[in-house]
T-cell receptor
Framework: AQSVTQLDSHVSVSEGTPVLLRCNYS??????LFWYVQHPNKGLQLLLK??????LVKGINGFEAEFKKSETSFHLTKPSAHMSDAAEYFC?????????????FGAGTRLTVKP | DVKVTQSSRYLVKRTGEKVFLECVQD?????MFWYRQDPGLGLRLIYF???????EKGDIPEGYSVSREKKERFSLILESASTNQTSMYLC????????????FGPGTRLLVL
């Protein structure tokens, strides 16, 4: 069965510095992986998605993530944090087991951006 | 753009009341989902539906029921609200069950007194 672990519950960065949010997964199949962002009192919005094409995936708002099969990781990065990036971020894995609802959400990482 | 709407952003109910949360999507998605979100626990799946009148239990179905009479509408029902059901409730929809992007509504923050 698939699972996902977000290694940090809270990350704090200064504006203009790089962002790294870490996600490890386990999967029995060739997985799909997602990052979602949730701003305060809002629903989740898709940032980016990996589906076995290019291992480096570019998303919205300057975020990107790299699928590393050997490390079973899908870390989210951004070169330069902006105040508007302050939010909660969720990593999600799916086994692509088409007959089942197999989306598994991580516990979330709260990103704080200091001025 | 896919749009998922939820009937209320904030609700305050009393213990024992019957509570209805409604979700509507406009993209003809087959699948709809109800999650609850609590600090430190991430999103937990309550129920999902893969077709009209079809439903499946998620990870935490106890104390909840659902209804899907029309494809675009998925309702979550708390038969007798309790204080431990105070939470943020999120609805989502998608084309497929596995490996497909889920589109989320804005959430309903429910307080049960």
């Amino acid at each position: 069965a698939q699972s996902v672990t977000q290694l940090d519950s809270h990350v704090s960065v200064s504006e203009g510095t790089p962002v790294l949010l870490r996600c490890n997964y386990s999967s029995s199949y060739s997985p799909s992986l997602f990052w979602y962002v949730q701003h305060p009192n809002k629903g989740l919005q898709l940032l980016l998605k990996y589906t076995s094409a290019a291992t480096l995936v570019k998303g919205i708002n300057g975020f990107e993530a790299e699928f590393k099969k050997s490390e079973t990781s899908f870390h989210l990065t951004k070169p330069s944090a902006h105040m508007s990036d302050a939010a909660e971020y969720f990593c999600v894995v799916s086994d692509n087991n088409y007959n089942n609802n197999d989306m598994r959400f991580g516990a979330g990482t709260r990103l704080t951006v200091k001025p | 753009d896919v749009k998922v709407t939820q009937s209320s952003r904030y609700l305050v109910k009393r213990t024992g009341e019957k509570v209805f949360l409604e979700c509507v999507q406009d993209m003809d998605h087959e699948n709809m989902f109800w999650y609850r979100q609590d600090p430190g626990l991430g999103l937990r799946l309550i129920y999902f539906s893969y077709d009209v009148k079809m439903k499946e239990k998620g990870d935490i179905p106890e104390g909840y029921s659902v209804s899907r009479e029309k494809k675009e509408r998925f309702s979550l029902i708390l038969e007798s609200a309790s204080t431990n059901q105070t939470s943020m409730y999120l609805c989502a929809s998608s084309w497929g069950l596995s490996g497909q992007t889920q589109y989320f509504g804005p959430g309903t923050r429910l307080l049960v007194l």
